[in-house]
């Protein structure tokens, strides 16, 4: 049981567009998800929270406006990178958590790399 | 900034234990030790968590001091496939007002060797 899987696992696209990344819960209702960023030999870094149907939580120095959460479902979460640049260019994770649990069960992730 | 202190990396032999050590000496009453490790380019996978008692599963055993400032994490027979990042994270458990948010730190590097 709880798993969390990510789509794409990888994604290559051209600077100035936007890339979608799904996260879905497949065995239980993610009342919280979160999302998370690794750069090369870095450690995961924080992003965002967000609760099913309300607006996501931003940790500081992100830009809401450039990473837009929805997490309209109990089993869906989408993170789309707006207007990508190659700084950009990271592993991206998400993780989800029921109600009434303390414990985060981590999707795949999610390279993406900006030309 | 992750509230724990973790060597940055350590060997152990396969078939031997491999004790990762912790130090969380700023922890509050309320706050869970937590242990996920992540293998090269995945997602972290979640270990083990405790509040104050030593904790064991199917994959290791949680030993926390009796002050909390400290906790070490057990893996009874190391193998090469546990080669991994270690992250020990405190956290509010979620019976309070916190979201369940988890601060990684830098983590241990494990290397099992043959």
């Known amino acids: 049981g709880a798993v969390v899987s990510q789509h794409p696992s990888r994604v290559i696209c051209k600077s100035g567009t936007s890339v979608k990344i799904e996260c879905r819960s497949l065995?239980?209702?993610?009342?919280?998800m979160f999302w998370y960023r690794q750069f090369p030999k870095q450690s995961l870094m924080l992003m965002a929270t967000?609760?099913?149907?309300?607006?996501?939580?931003?940790e500081q120095g992100v830009e809401k406006d450039k990473f837009l959460i929805n997490h309209a479902s109990l089993t869906l979460s989408t993170l789309t990178v707006t207007s990508a640049h190659p700084e950009d260019s990271s592993f991206y994770i998400c993780?989800?958590?029921?109600?009434?649990?303390?414990?985060?069960?981590f999707g795949p992730g999610t390279r993406l790399t900006v030309l | 900034d992750a509230k724990t202190t973790q060597p940055p990396s350590m060997d152990c032999a396969e078939g031997r234990a491999a004790n990762l050590p912790c130090n969380h000496s700023?922890?509050?009453?309320?706050?869970?030790v937590y242990w996920y490790r992540q293998i090269h380019s995945q997602g972290p996978q979640y270990i083990i968590h405790?509040?104050?008692n030593n904790e064991t599963n199917e994959m290791a055993s949680l030993i926390i001091t009796e002050d909390r400032k400290s906790s070490t994490l057990i893996l009874p027979h190391a193998t090469l496939r546990d080669t991994a990042v270690y992250y020990c994270?405190?956290?509010?458990?979620?019976?309070?007002?916190?979201?369940?948010?988890?601060?990684f730190g830098q983590g241990t590097t494990l290397q099992v060797k043959p």
């Open positions: 065995d239980f209702q993610a009342t919280t």
């Open positions: 993780s989800a958590r029921t109600a009434g649990t303390d414990t985060q069960y």
């Open positions: 700023t922890i509050s009453g309320n706050e869970y």
């Open positions: 967000s609760n099913e149907g309300s607006k996501a939580t931003y």
């Open positions: 405790g509040l104050k």
């Open positions: 994270i405190v956290s509010p458990g979620v019976g309070s007002s916190n979201t369940g948010k988890l601060i």
